[in-house]
C-alpha cells in the first residue's frame, strides 16, 4: 500500500480530523473564546479592502506554468467514458488504481472551465467531456436523495469501498457542476446541472436538526458527527440555502459555531483544524467586500493564514528548514500514511512535512508570501517536488522523503485560487449562478 493510499478506503479526510480535534481540543495552547459576538469578530487585524495585486509578468507566468500543469491531472486522469476523476495518482510509477473521488470531479468540472478559458483545451473538447461527466452523474451514479457516494470506481459510477453517502463532498461536486453550467452556457449543460442540483433534498439532511450529518450510510443510516463548528461547511450550508426545490431554513446558517481563537494578537474565527477549512468554500464562493452577522469572512482566511505561517515559522525551532521560504501544513500525505495536521494549536503527529497546497490554496489571501513558498519549492527541490500535474502532494526534505502521488482536490485548490488570484475568474462565474447569490441573501450577507 503507498503511502497516503489508507485514507482511500479505510478513513476519510473529515474522520482523520475528527481524531485529531479530539486530541488537539484537550490540549491546546491558543486562546479560544466559544460564540463570538460581531463586535469580537472584529477585532480581527487586516484590512477588509482588498483587490489583485499587480503581479509580475515572472510571478504571472509562475502561475501559469503550475495551473497548465494542474489541470493536465484533471484531464489525463478522468474516464473520458465517464468523466469522473481519479482521487490520487502515484507519479513515480505506472498507477492503475480506479477509486474517483467525488470532490476532485468538482475540481475537475471548475478545472474545465479553466482550461478553456486558458486555452489549455479547445471548447468542443471541455464541453464534451462537461457533458459526458453530466450525463454519468444523473443518470448512472447511484445516489440518495440527490448526494452521492465518496468514492467510486471511475469506469462505473459504482460505489467502492463501502464509502458514505457524503454531504460534503456532494457540496463540491455541486460547486462544479454550478460553475460549468454559467461558463458554458449550453442547453444541455444548463439542463442536467439543475437537474442534479435540483434533486438533492437538503430537507432530508435536516429533517429532525438544524445542524448538518456529515453523511449517511444504506448500512447504519445517518453518521453520528455533525457539522456544527466553522470549518468547509460554509459551501455546504450556502447551496442548501440557495436551493429553490428542496432549500434548508435560513436559521441552519446560525446553527453552527463560530469560534474565535487568538494568536500573538491576531484575533479570527477558526477551529482545531488544517489550514484547508478556510480555503475551501472560498475557492467559488466570493466572499469579497461582503460579511454576514458575524464576521468578513475573507478578512477572516487571511488572517488565519498569517496565524498558520507565524505558527510554522515558530516550529522551526524542531524543524529548522522551516521559515518564510518554506512552511505550510494541511491535511495530506506523510511518509506514513495519510494525517490530518496542521495548526495552531498543533494538530496531528507534525513531522517537518511541508504541504504545497497549503499555502497554494491561501494564493489570494496572502499572494506574496505565498508565492515565494511555491517558487522556492519548485526551484530547491525541482523533480523531486515537481511533476507533470504540478507539486506533489508532500514533501520532507529533513528526511529525504518526497511524496509519490498528487491527490485530486490538493491539485484542484491550488488551480482555483492561483486563478482567482489572478483574475477572479473561478469566483466571477460561480457568483452568477442565482442560487449562490440567493444563498448569500438568505444566510443575511451585506456589501461591506
Known amino acids: 500500500m503507498r503511502p497516503g493510499e489508507i485514507n482511500s478506503h479505510r478513513f476519510t479526510r ?8 479530539e486530541a488537539a ?34 510571478d504571472d507566468q509562475f502561475l501559469e506554468e503550475v495551473e497548465k500543469a494542474n489541470f493536465q491531472f484533471f484531464w489525463e486522469q478522468a474516464d473520458p467514458q465517464t468523466g469522473l476523476v481519479k482521487d490520487r495518482c502515484n507519479v513515480r510509477a505506472a498507477d492503475h ?29 471541455a464541453r464534451d467531456r462537461v457533458l459526458v461527466t453530466l450525463r454519468c452523474l444523473f443518470n448512472r451514479m447511484p445516489n440518495e436523495r440527490g448526494f452521492f457516494y465518496h468514492f467510486a470506481n471511475m469506469q462505473t459510477g459504482q460505489r467502492v ?71 468547509e461547511l460554509m459551501m455546504m450550508y450556502l447551496l442548501g440555502l440557495g436551493s429553490s426545490r428542496h432549500p434548508l431554513p435560513p436559521e441552519t446558517w446560525n446553527a453552527w459555531k463560530r469560534t474565535t481563537f487568538e494568536y500573538e494578537g491576531l484575533r479570527y474565527i477558526g ?31 487571511i488572517v ?26 494541511t491535511s495530506s500525505d506523510s511518509m506514513y500514511g495519510y494525517v490530518a495536521w496542521g ?61 509519490s502521488d498528487v491527490v485530486g482536490i490538493d491539485t484542484g485548490i491550488t488551480m482555483l485560487m492561483a486563478e482567482n488570484l489572478r483574475t477572479g475568474f473561478v469566483w466571477s462565474t460561480f457568483m452568477q449562478n442565482p442560487e449562490a447569490q440567493r444563498a448569500l441573501d438568505r444566510a443575511g450577507f451585506s456589501a461591506i
Open 343 to 403: 495548526g495552531p494549536p498543533e494538530i496531528g503527529p507534525v513531522d517537518g512535512t511541508v504541504v504545497p497546497s497549503a499555502p497554494a490554496g491561501s494564493l489570494p489571501f496572502m499572494p506574496v508570501p505565498t508565492l515565494r513558498v511555491l517558487k522556492h519549492i519548485k526551484d530547491r527541490y525541482g523533480s523531486r517536488a515537481w511533476c507533470q500535474y504540478g507539486f506533489i502532494n508532500a514533501l520532507n526534505p529533513l528526511k529525504d522523503w518526497y511524496d
Open 25 to 58: 481540543s484537550g490540549a491546546a495552547s491558543i486562546a479560544v473564546a466559544l460564540a463570538p459576538s460581531a463586535s469580537a469578530a472584529e477585532r480581527l487585524s487586516v484590512s477588509p479592502e482588498f483587490s489583485t495585486p499587480a503581479l509580475s509578468p515572472q
Open 304 to 329: 488565519a493564514t498569517e496565524v498558520h505561517r507565524r505558527f510554522c515559522i515558530e516550529l522551526s525551532k524542531r524543524f529548522p528548514d522551516y521559515s518564510d521560504d518554506f512552511w505550510g501544513i
Open 161 to 231: 469501498w463501502d464509502s458514505e453517502v457524503s454531504s460534503i463532498d456532494t457540496a463540491i461536486l455541486l460547486c462544479g457542476v454550478l460553475t460549468c453550467r454559467a461558463y458554458f452556457r449550453h442547453s444541455e449543460v444548463s439542463v442536467l446541472a439543475l437537474d442534479i442540483f435540483n434533486r438533492v433534498d437538503w430537507t432530508w439532511l435536516s429533517e429532525d436538526t438544524t445542524l448538518l450529518p456529515h453523511g449517511w450510510s444504506p448500512e447504519t443510516g445517518f453518521l453520528p458527527y455533525r457539522w456544527d463548528l466553522y470549518s
Open 271 to 301: 477551529s482545531f483544524a488544517p489550514l484547508f477549512i478556510h480555503q475551501y468554500s472560498q475557492a467559488w464562493f466570493d466572499f469579497r467586500a461582503k460579511r454576514d452577522r458575524y464576521v468578513d469572512y475573507f478578512k477572516n482566511s
Open 14 to 21: 473529515r474522520s482523520l480530523l475528527l481524531q485529531a480535534l
Open 97 to 125: 488504481s480506479t477509486a474517483a473521488s467525488l470532490a476532485a470531479t468538482g475540481f475537475g468540472l471548475t478545472a474545465l472551465c479553466i482550461g478553456h478559458r486558458r486555452g489549455y483545451v479547445s471548447l468542443k473538447d
